[in-house]
Each structure stands twice: as structure tokens, then as C-alpha cells.
């Protein structure tokens, strides 16, 4: 029979070896707990780089800034697309129009958008409510070469302008017939069913510039307008667009002033 003292140093070693957890957890073993911190590493890593991921392709999905100018009350902007507006100077009077200097980068429509012509009024001294001098200086970004150029007015963007909107490059007055020049030398005015202007006898090659002066007047001046802007390349290179005028249409008069 064991000595008591011999018992009890049996028991306690036992004790001793096997301690309860005093905070009630269980203890991992180390080949457990290293395990588990090899896992919670790689899926860190596996999210970090989803979110890395996600950031990247969000910044590169993202939209050019548009180039917003406010000169003299009117605002313009190339958030249509199709082009970079540069510079706006000038007070859109006869003597001193708005000069508006772009670099059109596409072979397709450059949209120029235009707002608060109601609260700019007449700086042209005509009839209208709402009347505007404008000199763009385009500057051929693309890679083709320019043999014509057409611009068209809107107050809706997906909409031409008819004649009741009283939206116009000037449309029956003289002073427009003298005010609206380019460096093409020819031009063909379109009242109706759409107020284009078409601009054509030259060539722009990419890297140069053309310039064209007109002016823009409204009866019943909205808070937006657009100027599509449409360089064209050789007919043979172009496919037919419907419903594009091939002559312009006599001048409809009527009491509105356009």
C-alpha cells in the first residue's frame, strides 16, 4: 500500500496535468490555432484583393470630367461629348462675340451645350429676346481629314428644332446673312425642317483649325440648347444618313422674327 504522502503527490501531479480552464474556454492545440491563423490571412488576402480590384475597375469605367466655362452669364460645356472645350473669351456682341476654342477628337457628333441664354438677353441689338455672337475655333483632333462641317441647333436633345420654337441661327435677319462667315468658303443655310448650318469647299487636316461665325437667337429662350457639330469626311467615304436635306429649303417668314 502506498505511503499518504506518496498518494498524494500522485494526485496532485495529476491535478497538475490536466488543470481545469479557469475562464471556461478550452485551450487550442498549436497545430489548431496555426492552422486558423493561415486561414484568416488568405481570406484577408483574397478580400483585399477583391476590393483592389473593384476600386481599380470602377476608376477606369469611370467618365471623363466635363470642361465647364462660365463667360460673361452663358455657360459652356462639352459634356455632350465628342470634343474638349478649351477656352471661352468674349461678351457675344457683334464687336466682341463669344470666341469659343475646342479640339473635336471623334469622326462623329461633338455636342456643345449652352446654358442661360434667357438671362444673358440681346447682346446684338436685333429683335429677339434672346441673341448671341459666337466665333468657334475648331481645332481637328481625329485622324481624318475635314471636307466639310455642319452644325444644327436644339433645345431638345433628341429632337430637331422646328420652326415654332423660335430657336435659330438667325434666321430672316440681315444681320445674320452678314455676320456668319468661315474659313470653308461655302455655306448652306437649312431652315426648316431643321436650323443647320453646313459649311463645306475646303480641307482640314488633323492637327489643323477651322473657324466659323454665326449667331444663335430665340424668341422663347429656354434654360439649354445644344449645337450638334458634325465634321464630315468625302461623301465616297460616308454612308447615306436618312432624312439629311440636300438643298436648303425656302425661307418660311412668320411672325415670331426667325
Known amino acids: 500500500m502506498p505511503s499518504p504522502s506518496l498518494a498524494r503527490r500522485s494526485s496532485d501531479y495529476r491535478t497538475f496535468e490536466f488543470p481545469p480552464d479557469r475562464s471556461g474556454f478550452t485551450a487550442a492545440l498549436p497545430g489548431r490555432h496555426n492552422a486558423g491563423m493561415r486561414k484568416a490571412r488568405l481570406a484577408g488576402l483574397l478580400v483585399g484583393g477583391l476590393i483592389c480590384g473593384l476600386i481599380w475597375g470602377l476608376v477606369a469605367a469611370a467618365p471623363t470630367l ?31 462675340p463669344y470666341v469659343v476654342t475646342e479640339e473635336v477628337t471623334g469622326p462623329r457628333k461633338a455636342i456643345l451645350i449652352v446654358r442661360g441664354l434667357r438671362r ?76 443647320t448650318l453646313g459649311f463645306s469647299g475646303s480641307v482640314v ?28 469626311q468625302p461623301v465616297s467615304e460616308l454612308p447615306p444618313v436618312p432624312g439629311v436635306q440636300l438643298g436648303a429649303l425656302p425661307h418660311r417668314t412668320g411672325n415670331d422674327g426667325r
Open 120 to 195: 444673358v438677353g440681346n447682346r446684338i441689338g436685333t429683335h429677339h429676346i434672346a441673341a448671341v455672337a459666337i466665333t468657334k475655333i475648331v481645332v481637328n483632333r481625329s485622324t481624318e481629314a475635314w471636307q466639310s462641317y455642319q452644325m444644327e441647333l436644339r433645345e431638345i436633345e433628341t429632337r430637331h428644332s422646328p420652326y415654332e420654337d423660335g430657336l435659330s441661327f438667325g434666321q430672316n435677319t440681315l444681320v445674320a446673312g452678314a455676320f456668319t462667315t468661315s474659313s470653308f468658303p461655302d455655306l448652306l443655310r437649312y431652315d426648316e425642317p431643321q436650323d
Open 66 to 96: 466635363a470642361v465647364e466655362i462660365t463667360q460673361e452669364g452663358l455657360t459652356f460645356s462639352d459634356e455632350g461629348g465628342g470634343f474638349v472645350l478649351k477656352s471661352v473669351t468674349g461678351r457675344g456682341s457683334l464687336d466682341d
Open 205 to 232: 487636316q488633323p492637327g489643323e483649325g477651322a473657324q466659323f461665325s454665326f449667331l444663335v437667337t430665340d424668341m422663347s429662350p429656354v434654360e439649354r440648347i445644344y449645337i450638334f457639330q458634325e465634321p464630315l
